[in-house]
């Protein structure tokens, strides 16, 4: 008997679990402000876009818009629109969480790695996990950033650009 209403139970409450995966990138250059995950880092270089071009939230919005099955970051907040000029990403990852709210999805967890030849990132890690965990609605344990260079390799190594890898879980 017990067998069976396992079974029964497995049968009936399947959970909907999704995976998206997200990537970013962004030019640097001299005299910009420099965001990534929602906070400035002091830095002779940053990152240029339409937005604040906060290449690790665009990566993370990405992600999550993919598991849903929601388009892209492109899709909802277009480079075309003034309205997104200079605007703080943190608002955008908000919007990706009202629309992911809205289609009764939740999130499990974030894992991040950024990938910039310099400034060190691994300081900033723990505030940018305070940043942005909330407006995900998560524990800070739910959310891993890593920070990677490039081994002074290609336009990152070169320092010339930034990009962001993130891969979201989220659940029904």
Not at 77 to 91: E, Q, V, W
Not at 92 to 108: D, H, I, P, Q, S
Request: charged share 20%; glycine share 10%.
């Amino acid at each position: 008997m017990f067998k069976q209403n396992l079974i029964y139970l497995c049968n009936t409450m399947k959970p909907n679990f999704r995976i998206g995966f997200g990537f970013d990138v962004h030019q640097l250059q001299a005299g910009k402000e420099f965001w990534l995950g929602g906070i400035q880092i002091g830095h002779t270089k940053g990152a240029v876009g339409h937005s604040d071009a906060d290449v690790l939230i665009h990566a993370i919005c990405d992600a999550l818009l993919g598991a849903a099955g929601l388009r892209d970051i492109g899709f909802y907040f277009p480079n075309t629109d003034a309205k997104y000029k200079g605007i703080d990403s943190k608002k955008l990852l908000a919007e990706v969480m009202r629309l992911l709210t809205e289609n009764n999805f939740k999130v499990g967890n974030v894992d991040c790695t950024l990938c910039a030849e310099a400034p060190k990132i691994n300081p900033h890690i723990n505030k940018m996990k305070e940043v942005l965990s909330p407006i995900m609605g998560i524990e800070i344990s739910d959310l891993s950033i890593k920070a990677t260079t490039n081994e002074q390799m290609g336009f990152i190594g070169r320092e010339e650009g930034v990009a962001a890898y993130a891969v979201a879980l989220i659940y029904k």
